[in-house]
């Protein structure tokens, strides 16, 4: 069983950044795909990017690309999203997810999700 918490959002003008933890509980962290996606009201959730169990390796959806970087501290059981140059339209709640194995470019099938944090951007 594994426990995510999200922490680190928040309120920021466009063109700010913010950085979003997500601390998981268990001790093989390490081998699990960490996703992060977002949901904004009134849209379905939406699959940012993950980084895969193992050797770290980042995927990320053209939307975001260039903007927000996904990294992980193993030691620290942490997941991290760095979001730079944030628009208006990235509003949304923020939610990572892990599922054990090694994969990138994985949108489907996680068996653990976090409780999600608010980011609002303003204009």
């Known amino acids: 069983q594994v426990q995510l918490a999200e922490s680190g959002g928040g309120l920021v003008q466009a063109g700010g950044s913010l950085r979003l933890s997500c601390a998981a509980s268990g001790r093989t962290f390490s081998t699990y795909t960490m996703g992060w996606f977002r949901q904004a009201p009134g849209k379905e959730r939406e699959f940012l990017g993950d980084?895969?169990?193992?050797?770290?390796?980042?995927y990320y959806v053209d939307s975001v690309k260039g903007r927000f970087t996904i990294s992980r501290d193993n030691a620290k059981n942490t997941v991290y999203l760095q979001m730079n140059s944030l628009k208006p339209e990235d509003t949304a709640v923020y939610y990572c997810?892990?599922?054990?194995?090694?994969?990138?470019?994985?949108?489907?099938?996680?068996?653990?999700w976090g409780q999600g944090t608010q980011v609002t951007v303003s204009s």
């Open positions: 980084i895969s169990g193992g050797a770290g390796t980042t």
């Open positions: 997810a892990a599922k054990w194995g090694y994969y990138i470019d994985s949108r489907s099938d996680y068996n653990y």
